[in-house]
């Protein structure tokens, strides 16, 4: 009688420590790491600035489409690295429902001008020279991105480099 | 009569602290005095163990920034702070409001633990235990405790308890790396420190706790560590990009940085780091050409 609730403990810390170990030894990899933020669910605040060419670009002008809001810095090895990703990305929804739009975090045009003269872009890319547009998405560092649903609500926050196959899976996620 | 005296003196002391705690600070301030004491009690949002007060770092100035222009909006204290937690999350704020009603959270527990040590005494010194004084004072030290706990600031994520296995410097080295890709900063930090206190002068270590004090607004200071990874190894080509690109973009001496883009261009295989660097180097030679 004594040994009983011994045995019926010993059980059931073996259960959970089973259930923990098969949790985590099976948990995929993360290959983007999407983030908490208070803007998801809500509408993402507008943006608005001029393109490296001068054009005027606002974020709303992209509604209708999902859009991949990415804060990038030339200085950022993780930016970068992720450069070839996003323009893969770019070229795969060139047709299609999503966008790309980059803004300058802590960085200048010139230095932005002569990187995208090497690795061509197709969108535009805002300066933020006081770093507002990256405090309203309370972006702390680069490389740091959002991904905005068709209506504008921000989706997924996502704090590392992206790739194209994990920005595609978000999609996936939301339109499934 | 004179049994009540120690409970009116008592009950007279947390009149008191209650009414200095919830009255605040009168004396008028300047727009940048209450800019900076409001950027005081807020994190830097890249350098989070600074206030945005403290930091240099660039999204700590575009904080400063915003709180400014709240300021001049005409925006209180408690509506600039939410606005910022709306952006950034609650972490953000470093302290609670020290006025009003929330300022009740720094007086209830000093208030609590003058009434719960009062009535100890008085119990104690009547010789008779009595579960409801016992009860009362665990009563105010468990809202004390929950108060002081749920007002004091949301913990730091990397203050968080979390386990993690004993690794080599190696394996830590590429953990450290893998952190700063996932733009871990803080906790890529602390995996160079734990490094660091074992080997410190591990090169590597050095060069990139360097560079990570450096995104945090604090060059002087991320110098002193890259010159020490330069020390130890001078052909050790991460620590000139980075030596190079403080002299270059925060002290302004583009004439400084050049010896050290090339030493990196020296001594780093090709790739696409050296494609970055050469433009660097091409930026800091036109700048000190077009000084002199």
């Known amino acids: 009688m004594k040994r009983r609730p011994a045995l019926v403990i010993a059980g059931a810390v073996a259960v959970v420590v089973a259930g923990l170990v098969a949790v985590l030894a099976t948990r995929s990899p993360a290959l983007t790491k999407v983030a908490e933020s208070p803007l998801i669910g809500n509408i993402a605040p507008e943006v608005r600035g001029n393109g ?19 804060f990038f810095a ?33 960085d200048t045009p010139s230095a932005v001008r002569d990187f995208v003269e090497r690795q061509p872009v197709s969108w535009p890319i805002i300066d933020d020279p006081d770093g507002q547009v990256a405090l309203d998405f309370g972006v702390r560092g680069p490389p740091e991105s959002f991904l905005l649903g068709p209506d504008g ?13 994990g920005l595609n899976r978000l999609i996936d996620q939301v339109t499934r | 009569m004179r049994r009540w005296l120690p409970w009116l003196a008592l009950l007279l002391v947390v009149i008191g602290a209650l009414f200095v705690g919830t009255r605040g600070d009168d004396a008028p301030e ?66 609670p409001d020290s006025s009003g009603v929330s300022g009740l959270v720094w007086v209830l527990p000093v208030a609590g633990g003058v009434v719960a040590a009062g009535a100890l005494a008085l119990r104690i010194g009547r010789r008779r235990p009595s579960w409801v004084v ?17 007002g004091a600031g949301q913990r730091l994520p990397d203050d968080a308890i979390t386990g993690s ?39 590597e270590a050095l060069a990139y706790r360097g560079w990570i004090v450096r995104l945090a607004g604090l060059s002087d200071d991320a110098l002193g560590y890259i010159d020490r990874a330069i020390a130890a190894d001078p052909t050790y080509p991460d620590a000139r990009f980075f030596k190079g690109m403080i002299l270059f973009r925060d002290k302004n001496d583009p004439a400084g940085a050049i010896p050290e883009f090339r030493a990196f261009l020296e001594h780093a295989s090709p790739g696409e780091r050296t494609a970055a660097v050469e433009e660097q180097l091409r930026q800091a030679e036109a700048a000190a050409s077009g000084a002199s």
Do not use: M
């Not at chain 1, 950022?76 to 975090?105: S, T």
């Not at chain 2, 105010?140 to 108060?147: K, S, T």
């Not at chain 2, 420190?193 to 080997?199: C, F, K, R, T």
């Open chain 2, 165 to 203: 296995i004993e690794q080599t410097s190696g394996n830590r080295l590429a953990v450290a790396r893998q952190q700063i890709a996932d733009g871990e900063l803080v906790e890529a930090l602390k995996t160079y420190d734990s490094i660091l206190g074992e080997d410190p002068e591990n090169v």
């Open chain 2, 134 to 150: 016992g009860g009362g004072i665990a009563a105010v030290a468990v809202i004390a405790g929950f108060l002081v706990a749920n």
């Open chain 1, 153 to 165: 609500t921000v989706l997924f926050k996502i704090v590392g480099r992206v790739d194209a196959a």
């Open chain 1, 52 to 70: 490296l060419d001068g054009t005027p670009v606002r974020l709303s002008d992209f509604r209708g489409k999902f859009v991949v809001l990415n």
């Open chain 2, 30 to 95: 300047t727009a940048a005095e209450r800019t900076e004491r409001v950027a005081k009690g807020v994190r830097c949002p890249t350098c989070q163990k600074l206030s945005a007060a403290e930091s240099d770092a660039a999204a700590a100035k575009a904080v400063r920034l915003a709180i400014r222009r709240d300021v001049d909006a005409g925006r209180s204290d408690s509506e600039i702070r939410a606005r910022l937690a709306a952006r950034y999350g609650r972490d953000i704020i470093l302290t």
């Open chain 1, 74 to 106: 030339t200085w950022c090895i993780p930016c970068r690295q992720e450069h070839p990703e996003l323009i893969k990305f770019a070229e795969q929804h060139k047709d299609g429902n999503a966008r790309v739009l980059q803004v300058i975090f802590d």
